[in-house]
């Protein structure tokens, strides 16, 4: 005899209240039930609408990135959306057509997919570049742009950046900028580790009161546990405030890596005029103009460990977030989280100093998607330990 989804009660299979879903027919003791249970069916179907005009996520996504690495908590929530997957043998189990739509990866628990979950909490998004017509800076120049107009406002006193050594070409150099020339120096990105901290904390003792930090979501948190944790270095220092500027970061590589890899394709750090990480691709451009551009996976072998183990794409505890993906080609995207660092961000924007307008939703969705990449990293934590 068939059991009513929504009471529970033992129904006879000729009552007339019958409701197909799926291919699937459902006996109900009541009109009652029967419209509750169609109810939640339309929900299902919009729902499933909505998530088919993003990526196609199936079944096996979940199984692989929850079900197989031992992170399901058997909470039911993919069964109970789809009629194509049970409990069986204390998992979840695929017993029919998948179509890929996506609902069971958006009901797990343990799968990061909202907005927050991704890149946390912002306030405004944008697209932004400089405005000043000199500054050569990676992507839009945006943070360069942002420095300077701190700097000229007087609202920092310095600025903790990254340089590279003048003695070493694109070897990480942490300074403390107190000139409008040394944060011009200081654009461009390095993708090594910065030991910026160290800078930080010679900049407080220069009885420097207010820094603006740029720094990748480590060093980020870095800060942001000296400032918030009862043992922190900063928690009960008042007479510094840190502006904290973050970067996106995918992955960092050592600095002897990076230049053993360009050396064996017969290229000098020194002829290096920029970098740039690009749908998975290492760009290079030279000095003279010529352009390099190498498959990602030749620098994994000096792929920074603690890459492996980070979550965080955005910087997330920062208060402007800073990244090339997303934003058209030669454009910024900007997260303004803080409530100091929108009003900075906005006072530069109508100085004249940078251009900006809001990110669009497929834009953002861009940031989104490669947060997630970011974030399942997680997920393999448990299926690298076994490797």
Known sequence: MPLDPICKKI????????????????????????????????????????????????FGKLKRDIIKPGICTL???????????????????????????????????RTITTEEGLIGNIRYAYAAKSAIPELKGQDGGVVTSLLLYALDEGLIDCAVVTSQSKEEPWKPMPIVAKTREEILESGGSIYSHSMTLEALMSAIKQGMHSIAFVGTSCNIDAVTKMQKSSHGLLHLFMRAKVLKLGLFCM?????????????SYGLLLGD??????????????????????FELSEFD??????????????G????????????PKGWTTVLARSAMGY?????????????????????????????????????????????
Request: charged residues 30%.
């Open 251 to 263: 992955d960092t590589f050592s600095y002897e890596g990076i230049k053993a890899v360009l050396e």
């Open 75 to 109: 909470c039911g929530a993919c069964a109970a959306s789809c009629e194509c997957i049970t409990i069986e043998d204390g998992k979840p189990k695929l017993v029919g057509p998948c179509k890929a739509c996506g609902v069971c990866y958006y009901q797990c628990p």
């Open 316 to 327: 997330e505890n920062s208060d402007i977030s800073f990244g090339g993906v997303g934003s």
């Open 301 to 314: 072998e000096y792929r920074s460990s603690s890459c492996k183990f980070c979550t965080d794409l955005t």
């Open 343 to 387: 009003e900075i961000f906005k006072e530069a924007v109508d100085s004249g100093y940078i251009e900006a307008k809001e990110l669009t939703d497929n834009e953002l969705e861009k940031v989104l998607n490669l947060a997630k990449m970011k974030k399942v990293q997680m997920y393999a934590l448990h299926m690298r330990e076994k490797a």
């Open 11 to 58: 129904v006879s299979d000729s009552t007339e209240y019958v409701s197909d879903y799926g291919g699937k027919p459902y006996y109900f003791c009541s009109p009652e039930c029967k419209q509750k249970f169609e109810v939640l069916e339309k929900s299902v179907i919009r729902l499933k609408r909505n998530l088919s005009d993003k990526e196609k996520i199936s």
């Open 272 to 293: 290096v005029d920029a970098m740039k990480i690009r749908k998975g691709k290492f760009e290079v451009f030279l000095k003279n103009g010529e352009a390099h551009t």
